[in-house]
């Protein structure tokens, strides 16, 4: 099944392996190990300065610390030899959130019952389970795992009962109240698109709004400003300095800063890991993105820290991370002084197309409201949270998942002649973004989470000459509808077909009959040109 557990959980054990191995050592170092599993941070730790009595593997939620919170603890107790899976509880600081566990005994209680004299550290957690490690089992250490991944899961989700969630409606008031006249359905795809993966471009009309959807919805959601970068891309923009600064080679140990903020943007975000930040890049593609960008695009995918410097440069770290609480947001227009995104961008992102309707134009000329600069900082700031959990959770689940594999499946077949196939990347962020859609309440069908999928991951990957993308086209246009023999009538504009009964997917089968338009005009098309 595409998005299975399975292949995390078996990365994990051999992570778990080679920890064990590790703690025969006197290597501290965790540098080469994965920090992340299922939405959760992973923290190791051999020890700082001397190799500790007890080392451990830490698997904690947002919002749970090793100093303060409760999470899933593997911790290796190196004079019994044993593994101990244990419900984790913070020493330093009492958590606020109590295991939901039943019958449980804490390790100090374990050891002395088993004769095993006292523990060295953390007696006060609770045991799950325990493990020779001379003789553990590969699929008993991932079965114990995902249980106690559930129970963890249950108790987080009980903890928060009554306290505020994200309501993307909520913002969606507040934006009309502030004049911006928007459809509450894009402002629901845009805010699912950002918890499904927090890189978002934002494509079409020069005018729409797509730079105030973007900066008013940061604004709503952040408490300070100082959580928000805008950042106007600029046209000579031929490497990183402008958003991470360089260090200063006449003055060593001095690093300059951009003075578009974006260097102290990322220190904040990773120190405040339950507060969103957001950083906007208007008119992304005024200078080629992969020139400029780069660092965050492998930054985003691999989690590795991306290197500032080497040596000291006073508040300035030799490295930052992107992280899961930064969202990245691009606006772009498309003219002869922009350029084209490659594939390796647009497959990291979803790219989700402003358009202005008849009847919108209309209701924007009569209303006795025009767009204002509205203050709307800080207004949904009690959802902040809430909003960052979401996008830090491992997937949710969506009741059209069967559905949504099949349909992938068929238009991973049709996609693959133009070479515009997508991979696991896509496919999975697809089953995210349908399961976050169903999570924010809206109970969307499987065709209308399809279609909105079809936008904003596989349709901007188009491009190409007349005769490779024209089959495709229509291979996908048949898709789009109830009666393929009435598509060529359609694309050639001698016939209209609305209405769900005719059109299953009626925004991807609007979009590709434009570029099916501009291929036989110029005998070239993509998705950002038509």
Known sequence: MIGSLTHYFMEFFEQLTRFLVQCQT????????????????????????????????????????????????????KNQQLLVLAFGVSETLSPEIPWQQSGAETISSYFKRNGLGKPARYGGSFVFRVYEVADLDKQQIEEDLQ?????????????????????????????????????????????????????????????????RLAHAFAQWLCETEEQVCLVPVGADWTNREPLLGFPNALEPGQYVKPESGVVDLLMS???????????????????????????????????????????????????VRISPNLFMIGTVNIDETTYMFSPKVLDRASVIEFSISKEEMQAFLQSERQTDACNLVGNGVEAAEAFVA?????????????????????????????????????????????????????????????????????????????????????????????????????????????????????????????????????????????
């Open 269 to 319: 975000a990773e120190i405040n890991a339950d507060k969103p930040y957001f950083l906007i890049l208007d008119e992304m593609n005024l200078s080629h993105v992969e020139r400029y960008f780069a660092d965050f695009l492998s930054g985003m995918e691999s989690g590795e820290p991306i290197r500032l410097h080497n040596g000291a440069a006073g508040a300035v770290p030799p490295r």
């Open 147 to 211: 249980e106690m991944l559930g129970i963890y899961r249950v108790t987080l989700a009980d903890s928060t009962a009554g306290v505020p969630q994200f309501d993307y409606r909520a913002f969606h008031q507040a934006a009309l109240k502030c004049g911006m006249q928007i459809d509450p359905d894009l402002v629901l795809r845009f805010a699912a698109a950002l918890i499904a993966k927090p890189f978002v471009i934002l494509t079409g009309l020069s005018g729409a709004g797509k730079t």
């Open 26 to 77: 006197e290597n501290l170092k965790t540098s080469h190990f994965a920090d992340k599993l299922e939405g959760l941070k992973v923290k190791i730790s051999f020890g700082k300065g001397n190799p500790a009595r007890v080392p451990w593997i830490a698997l904690l939620a947002p919002g749970q610390y090793i100093s303060n919170g409760i999470y899933p603890f593997y911790l290796f107790y």
């Open 390 to 530: 979401m996008a830090c959770n491992s997937m949710p689940d969506s009741p059209a998942r069967s559905q949504l594999t099949d349909e992938m499946l068929a238009l991973f077949e049709i996609l693959k002649p133009a070479g515009a196939e997508f991979g696991y990347r896509s496919a999975a962020e697809i089953l995210r973004f349908a399961g976050v859609i169903n999570q924010l309440g809206a109970k969307w069908p499987m065709r209308k989470v399809m279609d909105a999928a079809l936008m904003q991951k596989l349709l901007p990957k188009i491009y190409g000459s007349r005769r490779k993308l024209e089959p495709v086209l229509k291979a996908l246009g048949k898709r789009c509808v109830a009666d393929p023999e009435l598509l060529d009538d359609y694309l050639a504009g001698k016939k209209d077909l609305s209405g769900p009964e005719a059109v299953h997917y009626p925004a991807a089968l609007a979009k590709i009959r434009r570029i099916y338009r501009n291929l036989i005009d110029h005998g070239f098309a993509s998705f950002a040109e038509a």
